[in-house]
């Protein structure tokens, strides 16, 4: 069986963070495993607390996640300082790890910040440079590429800008926006549209890190990756159209929405 990894953090409430992760990429067929760079006390409207694991314990998981059994793609999320930063991109170089995407979170959907601000200068300089692909949206894009984003040909340009400046490629979310959910791969001078049809969902609490984990499992999987957004592209339709409503405010998404197997029946 192929293997994946999620660094990232805890949500609370179950449909963000490593507990999105993991459901994606148990759907998507593939091991799930977990590195926690911090809990969070998170529900549907906001986040009310968070605490971050040492930089040393964060090393030690990712230690011993590495010297057994090897991920063949690897998602980072929330990753709110620089210390966990900077070990975070030690491990990775050193265990030469592959198929990483960045999913590179700095705003929850809810408003709350899960990057410290002067984290975001090593997440540039430290991830991005070991990613596969990094995977913003608009204002993530917005503040990576150092302009406003207002249009398609924006988004392009922003994409390019990151990809030539980082080495990476560069997958710019349409979600936030202007268009109907329409997502831009940036590949080494290729470029290809992922049109989505908005669907009319007010719950999108974690589609950023269900996008990111469906993308990793693909490339563990061995799809290339055009192949592996197109079909992580499908994985999150999905989820949103089975409409799941949950919680007081922007609610999670269905990750579960193809096990239709005896073991998802309800009680009659
Ligand atoms: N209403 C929607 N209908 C269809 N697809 C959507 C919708 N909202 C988001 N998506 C898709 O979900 C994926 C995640 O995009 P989005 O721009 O929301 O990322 P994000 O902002 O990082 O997510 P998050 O809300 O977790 O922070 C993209 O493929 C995007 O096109
Ligand atoms: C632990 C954690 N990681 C990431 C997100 C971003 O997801 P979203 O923007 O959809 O809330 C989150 N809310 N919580």
Redesign the pocket.
């Known amino acids: 069986m192929k293997t994946a990894l999620t660094i990232a953090g805890s949500d609370s409430c179950g449909g963000?963070g490593i507990q999105a992760d993991i459901k994606t990429m148990t759907m998507n067929g593939v091991y799930a495993m977990s590195a926690v760079t911090a809990l969070t006390a998170q529900n549907t409207t906001g986040v009310t607390g968070i605490m971050e694991v040492t930089p040393e314990f964060l090393a030690m998981q990712l230690d011993a996640v590495f010297t057994d059994i090897r991920p063949d793609a690897v998602k980072t999320g929330m990753v709110s300082s620089d210390k966990l930063i900077r070990i975070i991109a030690e491990k990775l170089r050193q265990y030469k790890a592959e198929n990483i995407v960045v999913?590179p979170?700095m705003?929850?959907?809810s408003g709350s910040r899960l990057i410290a601000e002067e984290a975001v200068e090593t997440l540039r300089l430290e991830l991005l440079l070991v990613a596969s692909v990094v995977?913003p949206?608009?204002p993530?894009a917005e503040i990576l590429a150092d302009m406003s984003i207002t249009s398609d040909k924006d988004m392009i340009t922003a994409a390019e800008t990151i990809g030539r400046k980082y080495g990476c490629a560069v997958l710019c979310?349409?979600?936030?926006s202007l268009n109907d959910?329409?997502?831009l791969l940036w590949n080494n001078g290729n470029i290809t549209w992922?049109r989505?049809?908005?669907?009319?969902?007010p719950n999108?609490?974690?589609?950023?890190?269900?996008?990111s984990s469906a993308i990793a499992s693909n490339l563990a999987k061995g799809f290339g990756l055009e192949k592996s957004v197109e079909r992580a592209?499908e994985y999150?339709?999905g989820a949103?159209a089975e409409m799941l409503d949950l919680g007081k405010g922007s609610g999670p998404m269905a990750h579960a929405f193809a096990l239709t197997g005896e073991f998802s029946k309800t009680a009659e």
Request: glycine share 14%; hydrophobic share 30%.
């Open positions: 963000a999913d979170v705003v929850a959907t995977t949206n608009i993530e979310k349409g979600g936030h959910a329409n997502d992922f989505g049809k908005r669907i009319d969902n999108t609490h974690g589609t950023g890190c269900t996008l592209k999150i339709s949103l």
